[in-house]
C-alpha cells in the first residue's frame, strides 16, 4: 500500500500532502509535508506540537506523532493540475508508540471494538444540512440568505443550485456514493445525502465532506456555514443519523415478523439511546447555538420518544425499510465532533443490548400536539434546554465518561462551561432591542 501511494504521487505530479487529524471540538486540523517527506510519514515518522492543540496536552509532554491510515489517502480534485495536493486521515499517537487518549478517532475505534466484541458492525448514515450565505465586501459571511428557495424548490429559485451541484461532483471524485441533493425547508439551506457504511469511514466522511463544502461555497463566492441556527425565526440545520447493525453479514435491526420490521435488538438498542440521550446531548449539540434549534415549530426533536409514524420524536423508524430496517436519531446537528458522536451513539445502543433494556411504546401522534398533561402520562420527557443544562448531564452519565475516556471527558466538560460562562456575560441584540430604551 505504502508503495502504491508513493507511486501515485510521483504519477500525478503532487507536490504536497495534507496529514489531516481532528481536535476533540471537531475542528480539521492539518501538517502539510512535500512529497520529498512522504517516506517518512508513512512510515509513522512525522512529529507535531499537540499543546498548540486545543484539548490536547499540556506544554510538557507535547511530542505528538501522525499514524497515516493508508486507505483514506486521496488527491484534493479542487487543487491545480500544475501542482496537485492530496491528504491522508491520520491517527495520533504518543512517543511511545501508543495511540493518544485525547484523538476522537480512537474514541470511535474503541466504541466500535466493543460492538466487534459482541459480533457488531455498526453502520451509520449521515444527512448533513448546511447554510449558504453571501459575503461582503472584504470576503466575510453575511447572514443574508442565497435565495428564497424552500423544501425541494430547484433553479432559478434555487441560486444555491451550481455550487451543489459542484459540490456533489467533487464528493464523487473524494470517493463518496452521492444519493441525492437538495434545498432544504429554510432560504438558504441545503442537504446532500451520501451512502451509509461503517462507522469510521462516516466519520472520516463528515470531515471530508465539511471541507469539500466550504471550499467549493468559497469558489463560488459564498460562505457555507454548518452552524445550527444561525437565522431565527426559520428552520436550524440538522445532521440525522441513522443507524444499524450487522450481524454475520445480516442487518441485526431485522425482523419481518414485526409490525415495524424490527428485531428485539433494534428495540434494545433505541432504549439504550433513550436512556442515555441527556448525557449524549453535549456531544451530538455541542455549541449555546445548538439549543437555539430546540425550539417547536421547526422540525427538530424537542421530546424524548420514539416513532415509526412520525417525525416530532428524537427516533423515527422509517417506514416501508424492509431488510434495511434502520433507526433515526434526530437531535444531532452538524457542529457536532462526528468520531464522538458516534462513539456516544454506539455505545449507547450497546449498553440497551447489553441490559436487554425494555423499549417503551412509540408515540404515533404528534408529540407538538400534545398537552403537558398528555406527555406527562406518557412519561415523555425532553432534551436539555440550553448547554449549560447538557453540561450538567454529560458530568453524570458514567457511560459516557467511560467511552469517552478522562482526558476527552475532562478538557471537553472544562472548554464548554467556558463557553457558557464567557455566553452568559456577552451582551445582545435582544438585550439592547427590548431594555436600551425602554429603560
Given amino acids: 500500500m505504502k508503495e502504491k501511494i508513493l507511486k501515485t504521487v510521483r504519477e500525478n505530479n503532487i507536490k504536497f500532502i495534507r496529514l489531516q487529524f481532528t481536535d476533540i471540538f471537531g475542528m480539521l486540523k492539518n501538517v502539510v509535508i512535500t512529497k520529498s517527506q512522504l517516506s517518512k510519514a508513512l512510515n509513522n515518522e512525522c512529529m507535531f506540537d499537540g499543546s498548540s492543540i486545543e484539548g490536547f496536552v499540556r506544554i510538557e509532554e507535547s511530542d505528538m506523532y501522525l499514524y497515516p491510515d493508508l ?42 471494538k466493543e460492538a466487534e466484541k459482541m459480533g457488531y458492525t455498526f453502520n451509520a448514515g449521515p444527512e448533513c444540512e448546511f447554510f449558504l450565505f453571501h459575503t461582503d465586501e472584504k470576503g466575510r459571511s453575511t447572514t443574508v440568505t442565497h435565495d428564497e428557495a424552500g423544501y425541494f424548490d430547484l433553479g432559478p429559485v434555487d441560486l444555491g443550485e451550481n455550487a451543489r451541484r459542484e459540490m456533489c461532483l467533487m464528493l464523487e471524485e473524494m470517493g463518496f456514493e452521492v444519493e441525492a441533493s437538495h434545498h432544504e425547508v429554510a432560504q438558504g ?7 451509509y457504511g461503517d462507522a469510521l469511514e462516516m466519520a472520516d466522511k463528515i470531515m471530508t465532506f465539511k471541507l469539500i463544502v466550504k471550499t467549493i461555497a468559497q469558489r463560488h463566492g459564498l460562505h457555507a456555514t454548518f452552524m445550527p441556527k444561525p437565522i431565527f425565526g426559520i428552520a436550524g440545520s440538522g445532521m440525522h443519523i441513522n ?25 434494545n438498542f433505541i432504549a439504550g439511546i433513550l436512556k442515555h440521550i441527556k448525557g449524549m446531548v453535549a456531544i451530538t449539540n455541542p455549541l449555546v447555538n445548538s439549543y437555539k ?10 421530546y424524548i420518544a420514539w416513532s415509526a409514524r412520525n417525525r416530532s420524536p428524537l427516533i423515527r423508524v422509517p417506514t416501508a425499510c424492509g431488510e434495511g430496517a434502520r433507526v433515526e436519531l434526530r437531535c444531532p446537528d452538524p457542529s457536532a465532533n462526528p468520531y464522538l458522536a458516534l462513539a456516544v451513539c454506539i455505545s449507547a445502543g450497546l449498553d440497551g443490548i447489553k441490559n436487554n433494556l425494555k423499549c417503551c411504546d412509540g408515540i404515533d401522534e404528534n408529540i407538538y400536539n400534545m398537552t403537558k398533561q398528555d406527555r406527562k402520562k406518557a412519561s415523555i420527557e425532553t432534551l436539555p434546554t440550553t448547554l449549560e443544562d447538557a453540561i450538567y448531564e454529560l458530568e453524570q452519565s ?42
Wanted: proline share 6%.
Fill in 71 to 112: 486507505n483514506t489517502f486521496a488527491i484534493l480534485p479542487w487543487q491545480p493540475n500544475g501542482g496537485k495536493i492530496a491528504r491522508l486521515i491520520c491517527d495520533v499517537y504518543t512517543p511511545d508508540k501508543k495511540p493518544f487518549e485525547g484523538d476522537p478517532r480512537y474514541v470511535l475505534k474503541k466504541a466500535l
Fill in 189 to 195: 439551506q441545503h442537504e446532500i445525502d451520501f451512502k
Fill in 243 to 267: 443507524m444499524s447493525l450487522t450481524q454475520n453479514g445480516e442487518n441485526a435491526f431485522y425482523d419481518n415478523n414485526d409490525i415495524n420490521s424490527l428485531s428485539p435488538i433494534a428495540y
Fill in 293 to 302: 434549534r430546540f425550539v417547536p415549530g421547526f422540525e427538530a426533536p424537542i
Fill in 398 to 439: 458514567s457511560l459516557i465518561r467511560e467511552v469517552l475516556g478522562e482526558h476527552v471527558f475532562k478538557n471537553f466538560i472544562d472548554a464548554k462551561k467556558k463557553e457558557w460562562s464567557d455566553y452568559t456575560i456577552r451582551i445582545t441584540e435582544w438585550e439592547l432591542d427590548n431594555y436600551l430604551n425602554k429603560y
